[in-house]
């Protein structure tokens, strides 16, 4: 079908703007990906760096120079796998179960879940209850007290209720009991739903923070984003102090370490996006159809 003028100018306005915005989006990303590998000197002497001459690892090198960031490392990915497994499990089952009808007290239940979402308990009641639960300084305090999301439950609630219960009904007349029903039947087709909360919770476990200020006082099960902001501090502090008496070879910049430090705690998430890519197109439109 041939194109107007009017068409052709809208096509290449649209590709001019989004190309435009692409760029910009990901400018920032770029940066930080250079200023990271860029020599030290050469970043002090410039400042402004997109095209580095000379290349170096001195960042990522001090960044992994303590068996600390091994220990990290491990810890942040059993938060980020074993707290994904189990957050999973309890909203996928929690919201397939308030999905159906059959369920006693179901309103009830359903309006405690919708309270969660509009008032949270704040800081010290939740400090409270994780140290008369005894979690502090436990790895566990950062995945029990946020096992589940009352937004996630009943998001996946409406994925579950678009699930015909003669499919349960079919099942069980096979021989299934609820276990079986759930194994066989309803968990194949909440795969793209798994997929998208996994991923939404593998993100959250890993980039855990500000929980773990609160409850993790030893700094041998401190997650990733804990130990680099200590050596971020280090690096300002102790780094920038020696400055004026080490030579420019043995100073690293504070800069370059924080760049660093981005795509050490970003990569890992981002190489496990691929593999759940063809399902989270599905899954990210959990609950906006009911049919």
Not at 64 to 77: E, N, P, R
Not at 166 to 190: H, K, M, Q, Y
Not at 191 to 196: K, N
Not at 256 to 270: F, L, N, R
Request: proline share 5%; glycine share 6%; with cysteine.
């Amino acid at each position: 079908m041939k194109q107007s003028l009017g068409d052709r100018l809208f096509t290449i306005s649209n590709i001019t703007i989004l190309s435009l915005v692409g760029l910009i989006t990901l400018f920032p990303l770029y940066y930080v990906f250079i200023v990271s590998f860029t020599n030290p000197d050469e970043y002090m002497a410039k400042g402004l760096v997109l095209f580095p001459e000379h290349w170096s690892l001195q960042s990522y090198q001090y960044i992994l120079s303590t068996d600390a960031f091994v220990k990290a490392i491990g810890i942040s990915g059993f938060l980020a796998t074993v707290g994904t497994a189990m957050s999973l499990i309890v909203t996928s089952t929690f919201s397939y179960t308030l999905s159906r009808k059959r369920l006693k007290f179901r309103k009830i239940l359903m309006l405690m879940v919708l309270l969660t979402t509009l008032f949270q308990p704040g800081i010290i009641p939740n400090y409270l209850l994780v140290r008369e639960l005894g979690l502090v300084n436990s790895v566990w305090s950062l995945i029990i007290p946020v096992l589940s999301s009352g937004w996630y439950v009943i998001l996946m609630k409406g994925f579950y209720d678009s699930i015909p219960e003669s499919l349960e009904e079919a099942a069980t007349i096979d021989g299934c009991n609820d276990i079986g029903v759930w194994i066989r039947i309803i968990l194949p087709l909440s795969l793209p739903a798994m997929a998208a909360f996994g991923l939404f919770y593998a993100v959250a476990y890993w980039n855990t923070f500000f929980h773990a200020v609160l409850y993790i006082n030893d700094h041998n099960i401190w997650p990733l984003q804990i130990l680099l902001q200590n050596m971020l501090i280090d690096s300002a502090t102790s780094t920038g102090a020696a400055a004026a008496e080490a030579s420019a070879e043995q100073y690293i910049p504070p800069e370059t370490i924080k760049m660093a430090a981005i795509v050490v705690a970003t990569v890992p998430i981002i190489m496990v996006y691929p593999f759940l890519q063809k399902h989270f197109a599905k899954g990210a439109m959990v609950g906006s159809v009911k049919g």
